[in-house]
Nanobody, 121 residues
Framework: QAQLVESGGGLVQAGGSLRLSCAAS????????MGWYRQAPGNQRELVAS???????TYADSVKGRFTISRDSAENTVYLQMDSLKPEDTAVYYC???????????????WGQGTQVTVSS
């Protein structure tokens, strides 16, 4: 079972940077993928970036070239480095972990509590 702890959100001016962190409990071998989603008021939750257990990364078109997702395999931690932030990046960012549950023999999505990112003009 995974417990996700997020940190790193805050308020920055346009063009600034933030680094989000998400630590997941459990063995790294049981994690299929980890990623970041975001949801702005009135909008649907959307994928920002993800990384699989093999290290394959996926990015939303809107953040390509600006955001970088990485993983600390030893500590089951995923990071999202956000550079050149824009006001439209303002949202609540949620960490996601898809993990195999030995007890139930399934792959299950775990979610963090969310961290607010606000980018001012």
């Amino acid at each position: 079972q995974a417990q996700l702890v997020e940190s790193g959100g805050g308020l920055v001016q346009a063009g600034g940077s933030l680094r989000l962190s998400c630590a997941a409990s459990g063995s790294i071998l049981s994690i299929n993928s980890m990623g970041w989603y975001r949801q702005a008021p009135g909008n649907q939750r959307e994928l920002v970036a993800s990384i699989t257990r093999r290290g394959i990364t996926t990015y939303a078109d809107s953040v390509k070239g600006r955001f970088t997702i990485s993983r600390d395999s030893a500590e089951n931690t995923v990071y999202l480095q956000m550079d050149s932030l824009k006001p439209e990046d303002t949202a609540v960012y949620y960490c996601n972990c898809n993990k195999y549950r030995t007890r139930w023999r399934d792959n299950y999505d775990y979610w963090g509590q969310g961290t607010q990112v606000t980018v001012s003009s």
